[in-house]
């Protein structure tokens, strides 16, 4: 075996990649050539340096505040990248709000809600269950008719101030089917808009039935 | 695919401190992920050491490395959602690290020429060692390896790759990988001599 090709083996010998046969003729050949030995030396002593390392170096300056002053930016800079329509981006907003203003109203009706009155109308029951999509639009339509007539009925033996928290919660709905069936219009079949206002319909129908169902308040 | 920087562990072992390093990351990937600014920060000062490292080391030149660290970051905060948390947080940062600053140098280097045929060629530095210096450090000796050799002893002496790693992620052939090893290596055995 020449040095030079006993050298170009090296690398892998300290890698442990050679075959017993390459490997052990490389040690025979090193227990008898200095030359050899010293550049086996030198890479041994590359590698003892390589791992004395540091894993981790200091940059000349503090970089987090460039970094954060472009994370502030991308949201304006993803809105004018996204492939949803500007329409698209403001109601998928719209609606999210929505949807979290009538959960919250929910929440604070379910807290007033001791024991449930049976005063909803047929319609009321399992209301949320009934939209996988808009197509249920004249369900929703006479179910709403005769929640509301039913919270007509009920609407003296409820405080002001619940009846303010259902009445805006309502607007808020009403206002957000309006447009999202403004913009199915536009762009009928887009199921990203059908199911937003399903979930529309579902929310304002769910909020009703709750609304029905509380205590006497006043 | 390897854990990166795997080799730089005492013995390959996780410590306590890696594993408290650890959790305080996943707890602060949560909050981050809900778009809490200062959590990611929390991320930012507990890896961009490691982070600015690997960079700098990939590409020679500070202030290209901090440039590379920060570009890392933000598309850590973008990518953020896509952690699945199979692995540290650590771990995905430094791939992710390691793909920002190696695209950058194939831009750098220019796609038109396959990198096979770049190996031992002008473009590539030739085959000169970096010049002797007296007390010339091991960092600047790295710094000053042409590019290719430096950036596969980088990815497999350094941060543990192995060489079917480096050669998908440099787009390059195994044996290609292996090559620029082979010189790195005697580059910079004649740079510290």
Known sequence: MSCEHVRSRLDDHLDGKLGSRESEEVRRHLAECSGCRAELAALEELRRRVEGLPVALAPSRDLWPGIAARLARPAAASAARSPWPAWSRWLGAAAAAVVCAAVITGYLLSRTESKPVQTATQAGRDVGAAFASASGEPHYRQAREQLLAALAVRRDSLSPQTLAVVSDSLRLLDDTIVRISGALEKHPGDSHLDRLLASAYRQELELLQRATRLPRES | ?193
């Open chain 2, 1 to 193: 695919m390897t854990d990166p920087g795997a080799n730089r562990g005492v013995g390959g072992r996780q410590t306590a401190t890696g594993e408290c390093a650890a959790a305080s990351d996943e707890l602060l990937v949560r909050r981050a992920r809900q778009g809490e600014v200062g959590a990611f920060e929390g991320l930012y000062r507990a890896n961009v050491g490691r982070v600015f490292a690997v960079c700098l080391r990939l590409c020679g030149e500070p202030s290209l490395a901090e440039e590379l660290t920060q570009e890392s970051f933000v598309r850590a905060w973008q990518k953020l959602g896509t952690f699945r948390g199979e692995s540290a947080f650590s771990t995905w940062l430094y791939r992710l690290a390691v793909n920002v600053a190696l695209g950058h140098l194939r831009r750098r280097l220019g796609q038109a020429q396959p990198v096979d045929e770049l190996v031992g060629t002008p473009l590539d530095g030739g085959g000169e060692a970096p010049a002797p210096e007296a007390g010339i450090d091991l960092e600047r000796a790295i710094a000053q390896l042409p590019d290719r050799a430096r950036v596969v002893f980088v990815l497999h002496d350094v941060e543990g790759y192995r060489h079917e790693e480096i050669a998908n992620l440099a787009g390059m052939a195994v044996g290609t990988s292996k090559a620029h090893l082979f010189r790195a290596r005697r580059l910079l055995r004649e740079a510290l001599a």
